[in-house]
T-cell receptor, first 113, second 120 residues
Framework: GNSVTQMEGPVTLSEEAFLTINCTYT??????LFWYVQYPGEGLQLLLK?????DKGSNKGFEATYRKETTSFHLEKGSVQVSDSAVYFC????????????FGAGTRLAVHP | GAVVSQHPSWVICKSGTSVKIECRSL??????MFWYRQFPKQSLMLMAT?????????EQGVEKDKFLINHASLTLSTLTVTSAHPEDSSFYIC????????????????FGNGTRLTVT
């Protein structure tokens, strides 16, 4: 079946630290992969995406590379800010053109000054 | 940007009563909306796909008679939890795909802020 596994949070970092949130998946076929972010009191927002192997999604200093060989899509940021504190969800769309997303459990990130 | 309004943001109800949750696309038309639920420390689980003007498509294991979905217009979908029980307590989230960009595989989904349901 299709599933997404994320590292368990919370992840607590100091400002300007390096961030990695691990995400691995299982899927039949060739899924698209996404990272969504949920800031306190808000809905989920698309952060970045990758639609095929070796693609790198990037946005707001965050990056993730679609690794088919390791079935991973780890989220990274070189220098986090307090404003990055949020819950991050890794997701996959297993079916072409259907947007039927399968989510990971979410990882809470807390960044302290 | 595209906004999805979900209401209420939280609700407490007694066991046996019904609760309706609304999901509105404020500045775009949505032919398809999705309903998710999330238990603490668990993934968002897709419950059903709501299609404007037709019956919803439910995921395996989701009781369609308990979770009634109505998508009467291009901007509104509702989820009614009927005869709610404490085990229905959860976080419910809707999302919508922009009709204008619906043909694009990469068109993003727009999410509501979610509804926290507590059944006592």
């Amino acid at each position: 079946g299709n599933s997404v596994t994320q590292m368990e949070g919370p992840v607590t970092l100091s400002e300007e630290a390096f961030l990695t949130i691990n995400c691995t998946y299982t899927a039949t076929g060739y899924p698209s992969l996404f990272w969504y972010v949920q800031y306190p009191g808000e809905g989920l927002q698309l952060l970045l995406k990758a639609t095929k192997a070796d693609d790198k999604g990037s946005n707001k200093g965050f990056e993730a590379t679609y690794r088919k060989e390791t079935t991973s899509f780890h989220l990274e940021k070189g220098s986090v800010q307090v404003s990055d504190s949020a819950v991050y969800f890794c997701a996959l769309d297993p079916f072409w053109g259907y947007n039927k997303l399968i989510f990971g459990a979410g990882t809470r990130l807390a960044v302290h000054p | 940007g595209a906004v999805v309004s979900q209401h209420p943001s939280w609700v407490i109800c007694k066991s046996g009563t019904s609760v309706k949750i609304e999901c509105r696309s404020l500045d775009f038309q949505a032919t398809t909306m999705f309903w998710y639920r999330q238990f603490p420390k668990q993934s968002l689980m897709l419950m059903a796909t709501s299609n404007e003007g037709s019956k919803a498509t439910y995921e395996q294991g989701v009781e369609k008679d308990k979770f009634l979905i109505n998508h009467a217009s291009l901007t509104l979908s509702t989820l009614t939890v009927t005869s709610a029980h404490p085990e229905d307590s959860s976080f419910y989230i809707c999302s919508a795909r922009d009709r204008e960009r619906g043909s694009s595989y990469n068109s993003p989904l727009h999410f509501g802020n979610g509804t926290r349901l507590t059944v006592t």
